[in-house]
């Protein structure tokens, strides 16, 4: 599968963005998905997952009733609706396979990126 993240930008912090992931392959239903954020001079975090079948979600604590995922099967397109954000948001964005546990091992699905930069 492969991904492409689009739909960061410059914003305040308050503000919304919405991030989406478009993914190729008629086998996207099948993957559990994830968004992973990186910040400048940091280590990657686990942002979020949504699972396959279920659609259940999971949300790192410092994004929980912040961000929500969802996911469009039949569209191949996996979201994050970022509200309420905050300057330490400011990261770039990928999509990719995998829970918590396995997203930020499996690098060589991550997409580009897309950049999110809230100001103070």
């Known amino acids: 599968v492969q991904l492409v993240e689009s739909g960061g930008g410059l914003v305040q912090a308050g503000g919304s963005l919405r991030l989406s992931c478009a993914a190729s392959g008629r086998t996207f239903s099948s993957y559990d998905m994830s968004w992973v954020r990186q910040a400048p001079g940091k280590g990657p975090e686990w942002v979020s997952t949504?699972?396959?079948?279920?659609?259940?979600?999971d949300y790192a604590d410092s994004v929980k009733g912040r961000f929500t995922i969802s996911r469009d099967n039949a569209k191949n397109i996996l979201y994050l609706q970022m509200n309420g954000l905050k300057p330490e948001d400011t990261a770039v964005y990928h999509c990719?396979?995998?829970?918590?546990?396995?997203?930020?091992?499996?690098?060589?699905?991550w997409g580009q990126g897309t950049q999110v930069t809230v100001s103070s």
């Open positions: 990719t396979i995998g829970t918590a546990a396995t997203a930020l091992t499996l690098t060589e699905y």
């Open positions: 949504i699972r396959r079948g279920t659609g259940s979600t």
